[in-house]
């Protein structure tokens, strides 16, 4: 068992545990380049702030490009946590606002040409529940129920993590943007996902309890570098809304998506931890979505969609399309992380 082993939780019989993390950091180290968007970007935010010159990204799948996934991811992170070694006034650079734009703009088309064209009466109900049933993408809870192994488990945790660690937060960006009803909906939802108040029942420190009882660590961007831009484009989209005001529609729509699609998921992934042996504080966070997103996911939809719709009705098909993107982008993970599960490999980059 190497030390990488170890880190990644892939010790036998996954009981090699790593001791409690003292204090997280709060900032993560940028990983390795990845190519040559990663390498211009990290090389540049290494040295002091001012113009800089970044290739423009070429690929032609911006969802699913290693490199560029986790070139913008990077670009959001400095609003979030910031970067261990980077001066924090590489937030607001203008020349990285550029380029963190080029990339939004080109994961925003992407998108919007890969959904699927939908039926809807101009109701935002109508259109949220016609996008969600729309999705034919494979699921990876019902695969970890039926046949997950405790490494397809750990892996899950991992690509998780990318967005868990931080649950919730890109989401909290639109309630100064909002009023009213919706306002209301969002910060009701999102009080209880930071826990109403205790820290250890921030939806966030449930899910680094989980991660530490399957052997990892929970540490704030540990295993970024082993998380393929999939799974990073799911949590780019949503920085994505939420960074931008322009963006409010379908970042509630978003959230929307994500709690009317939350119980079954949730309900499946503690059967497969339980399945598969894990403790009770494991599997705690899932069973506390079971429980609190039967109640977020009627004041999701009747409340917030509603709500915003009345108050906007021009950001009616912006809420539409905030839930086809969590469809798009969570096929894109799901298919990838399925596909290579069901073959044997691993689904997490090298
Ligand atoms: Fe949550
Ligand atoms: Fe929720």
């Not at 409340?303 to 969590?326: C, H, K, M, S």
Request: charged fraction near 25%.
């Amino acid at each position: 068992v190497t030390s990488t082993d170890v880190r990644a939780g892939f010790a036998p019989g996954h009981l090699v545990r790593l001791p409690r993390a003292a204090a997280p950091e709060i900032a993560p180290c940028p990983p390795r380049p990845r190519g040559p968007l990663t390498e211009a970007l990290i090389s540049a935010l290494r040295g002091p702030t001012g113009p800089l010159r970044l290739p423009l990204a070429r690929g032609s799948d911006p969802v699913r490009d290693d490199d560029e996934a986790c070139a913008l991811y990077l670009c959001f992170e400095l609003t979030y946590r910031g970067l261990a070694g980077v001066d924090d006034r590489w937030e607001h650079e203008p020349s990285l606002i550029g380029f963190r734009r080029h990339l939004e703009d080109r994961l925003a088309e992407a998108i919007r040409s890969s959904v699927p064209a939908i039926d809807w009466d101009g109701s935002v109900v109508t259109g949220i529940r016609a996008a969600l049933a729309a999705d034919d993408s494979p699921s990876v809870s019902a695969y970890l129920e039926q046949a997950g192994t405790i490494r397809d488990f750990c892996e899950f945790a991992i690509h998780r993590s990318a967005y868990q660690l931080k649950e919730a937060d890109p989401h909290t960006w639109a309630i100064p943007r909002l009023s009213g009803t919706a306002k209301a909906a969002m910060v009701k939802i999102q009080s209880e996902e930071y826990g109403d108040g205790v820290a250890s029942e921030m939806h966030a420190t449930l899910f680094a309890d989980t991660m530490r009882e399957l052997g990892l660590d929970a540490t704030y961007g540990a295993y970024l570098e082993r998380i393929p831009g999939s799974t990073l484009s799911g949590v780019n989209v949503i920085s994505m809304f939420g960074l931008n005001r322009r963006w409010r529609g379908a970042l509630a729509g978003h959230l929307v998506g994500f709690e009317m699609t939350s119980v079954g998921p949730n309900a499946r992934y503690a059967r497969a931890a339980r399945r598969l042996g894990l403790s009770e504080p494991a599997v705690r966070f899932f069973d506390v979505h079971v429980d609190a997103d039967e109640e977020h996911q009627v004041v999701a939809e009747e409340r917030l969609a509603v709500g915003l719709a009345t108050a906007e009705p021009q950001l009616a098909a912006d809420i539409v399309f905030g839930a086809q993107a969590l469809c798009a982008v969570e096929g894109a993970f799901s298919t990838q992380v399925t596909s290579a599960w069901s073959q044997g490999r691993s689904s997490l980059l090298r």
